[in-house]
């Protein structure tokens, strides 16, 4: 089974807020472009972490809705 990485570990509102401080560094600019890469990099996967959360909270909105229904 893999590893969990510290990503998986965080919470959706965490992630966001992470997300939020990222895309704020990348609009202010002033960094290298070494930099504005990792940050893009970090972004990209905060974002998926993000998305698996919402994913995983639809398909539990989605399983209520059935049960409430049968």
């Known amino acids: 089974m893999g590893e ?36 893009w990099e970090r972004g990209e996967r905060l974002a998926a972490t993000c998305q698996r959360w919402l994913d995983g909270a639809r398909v539990r909105i989605d399983a209520a809705r059935q049960a409430a229904d049968s």
Do not use: H, I, P
Request: overall charge negative; aromatic content about 2%.
């Open 4 to 39: 969990v990485t510290n990503d998986e570990r965080l919470s959706y509102e965490q992630a966001r807020a992470e997300l939020a401080q990222v895309v704020e560094k990348l609009e202010a600019g002033g960094t290298s472009l070494e930099e504005s890469l990792a940050l």
